[in-house]
């Protein structure tokens, strides 16, 4: 036991290793793959399609199908276990559509993924749609009409989980959800922290 006037050395750059250690590891390295796979391959499908395929209505199913599992899979699985956040919407008795957000407390305990998990969620939900909303620019501007409606669609489902994810970020900051209804994108833009402190 350490007498009140011994010196005691403490070795706080072992814990700073600790901590990055932990910090770069990925927790979840399944999860984090198919949160990056659905939507990467989309996204190859489609730049690939043209070429491989003279079936427009092939591809079409084949993209949908890719970002709907990606939809899925973001909403239900992967927001979950890598930055402890979920949304859903559920009817009341009322008939009244309800839109849920929740964003899970940071204790030692839970099981939230990493800093660098966090980063690849953040950077993939992002990223993304940025690449629809340029493929929706290339069409419009070439004029390939039929593809525009699957960049539409595509850019839909990105999209809704982009914002549905900013809104649990949101909730998660302030500490409680914002009322529902008065809510618009105002919210989001007085507090650009929310968007660009998870970069």
């Keep these: 036991m350490a007498d009140d006037t011994e010196d005691v050395e403490l070795d706080f750059a072992a814990d700073e290793q600790d ?21 990467v391959v989309a996204i190859v499908a489609y730049l690939l399609c043209d070429w491989i395929s003279e079936n427009f209505a092939s591809c079409f199913v084949l993209i949908i199908t890719l970002l709907s599992f990606d939809f899925w899979s973001v909403k239900n699985v992967t927001g979950r276990l890598l930055v402890g956040l979920r949304w859903w919407n559920q009817i ?15 204790s030692l305990g839970n099981n939230i993924g990493t800093e660098a998990e966090a980063r690849i969620f953040w950077l993939g939900l992002i990223i993304c749609p940025l690449i629809w ?28 989980n982009l914002y549905g994810y900013l809104r649990c970020k949101a909730v998660g900051e302030d500490g409680q959800p914002a009322d529902i209804r008065t809510f618009s994108g105002q919210h989001l833009l007085q507090r650009p922290d929310i968007i660009f402190g998870i970069l």
């Design 19 to 39: 901590s990055a250690r932990r910090g770069a590891v990925l927790r979840h390295p399944l999860v984090s793959f198919f949160h990056l796979f659905f939507r």
């Design 92 to 106: 009341d008795e009322d008939g009244k559509s309800l839109w849920v957000f929740e964003a899970k407390k940071a």
């Design 133 to 160: 909303t340029l493929f929706f620019f290339i069409s419009l501007f070439s004029l390939k009409i039929k593809w525009l409606s699957l960049v539409v669609a595509s850019i839909s489902l990105q999209v809704a």
